[in-house]
């Protein structure tokens, strides 16, 4: 659990005690892991609860016409009329393509050894949010912003969970979130930054662990996978959302062994509002089947699987309603490509900003 969602347990629960210092210790360790601009909020966390109408509807290929500003204008600039494509429904079960996806990830298996350490690469654009914030003296509200900020990263996590890893960051150019301005703040991070991630010991409830070592001691059938996502309190306003949420935390970023991802694809496929488009493409242009649904937010989140070997190529998010996304139908908010999961007999020892390896703050 990182601070955005401690953030948001904590307007959703005002009740809830105070984190203790080892959860929030494992946030920090989280926003390193991220290394996400202080006002940004990844989008896959947030909560789902909109059931998408039609999911399993007759093909379409419905083509939008809709008022958006141009990028750079800002909210209050000239409008300008943009044509956006809204996403291709197809008549295919969510089901079915899911039991393919677990037949394919029943075909090989990394089997990392607990001294080895889970190597994944990929690319990434989140959006990024920032202003907005009342002050309490004047009650004047900071301009809000937002943009979108993109990634190569390269991460290394202990098999066992027992010793530290590493995360290289490579910052790509930023891109307008569609029908924003882009910020100044947003060409801030350049370059590459060379992280370490250490082992802090956090407190972060079972249920909510994405690590390859807890990832393979979760059941193996479908049911008891289901049952998995729909443990504890995982925030947001829908128990369906927070569990399709919580499938995508297993799967990024890290690595599941075949039987448990086998049987997540399936549990997957039994959620309400999950669907399936025809056409979707990761961050690194790939084509391949989206499997997703619409959120309160009105983006609509797809893992993405290749539609030959239905292997997961990474995901996506693409606005479904303008008012509460404040955003044209059919932008693209989100989009992640998996490159590569391999297996590192060890893993870089970076230094952090005051000459450690290893710090739990």
């Known amino acids: 659990m990182n601070h955005d969602e401690i953030q948001l347990v904590a307007e959703i629960r005002p009740d809830?005690?105070?984190?203790?210092q080892e959860a929030k210790a494992a946030a920090r360790r989280g926003l390193v892991a991220a290394a996400r601009p202080k006002t940004v909020k990844a989008i896959w966390r947030r909560p789902y609860s909109m059931v998408l109408a039609g999911a399993l509807a007759v093909a379409v290929g419905a083509t939008a016409v809709t008022l958006a500003r141009t990028p750079g204008a800002g909210p209050s600039g000239k409008a300008e009329e943009v044509v956006v494509t809204m996403p291709r429904i197809v008549n295919l079960s969510a089901s079915e393509v899911l039991d393919r996806?677990?037949?394919?990830?029943?075909?090989?298996?990394?089997?990392p050894r607990d001294d080895q350490f889970i190597k994944v690469e990929s690319q990434t654009m989140y959006g990024s949010f920032g202003g907005g914030a009342v002050?309490?003296?004047?009650?004047?509200?900071?301009?809000?912003?937002?943009?979108?900020?993109?990634?190569?990263?390269?991460?290394?996590?202990?098999?066992?969970?027992?010793?530290?890893?590493?995360?290289?960051?490579?910052?790509?150019?930023?891109?307008?979130?569609?029908?924003?301005p882009i910020p100044e703040q947003a060409y801030e991070d350049t370059g590459t930054a060379e992280l370490p991630l250490p082992i802090c010991g956090g407190k972060i409830p079972d249920y909510m662990r994405t690590d390859y070592a807890s990832l393979k001691n979760l059941p193996s059938d479908a049911d008891g996978m289901r049952a998995h996502l729909y443990t504890g309190d995982r925030g947001g306003g829908s128990k369906d959302g927070a569990a399709f949420t919580a499938a995508g935390d297993m799967l990024r970023e890290t690595y599941m062994p075949p039987a448990q991802r086998a049987a997540l694809f399936k549990a997957v496929g039994t959620i309400p509002g999950v669907g399936v488009i025809e056409t979707a493409e990761d961050a690194a242009g790939r084509k391949g089947i989206g499997v997703g649904r619409a959120g309160l937010d009105g983006v609509r989140q797809d893992l993405i699987f290749d539609p030959k070997t239905y292997e997961l190529l990474g995901e996506r998010g693409i606005v479904v309603d303008e008012k509460a996304a404040k955003s044209p139908v059919g932008s693209l908010v989100a989009s992640t490509a998996q490159l590569s999961v391999t297996v590192a007999d060890e893993a870089p020892a970076f230094k952090d900003k005051n000459g450690t390896t290893s710090g739990c703050g």
């Open 16 to 20: 809830a005690p105070p984190y203790e």
């Open 101 to 111: 996806a677990a037949k394919a990830a029943s075909r090989t298996d990394l089997a």
């Open 135 to 180: 002050n309490g003296e004047t009650g004047a509200t900071s301009e809000e912003t937002r943009y979108l900020y993109r990634t190569k990263r390269v991460i290394w996590q202990s098999a066992d969970g027992t010793r530290d890893g590493a995360l290289t960051i490579e910052y790509l150019k930023p891109k307008a979130y569609p029908g924003w």
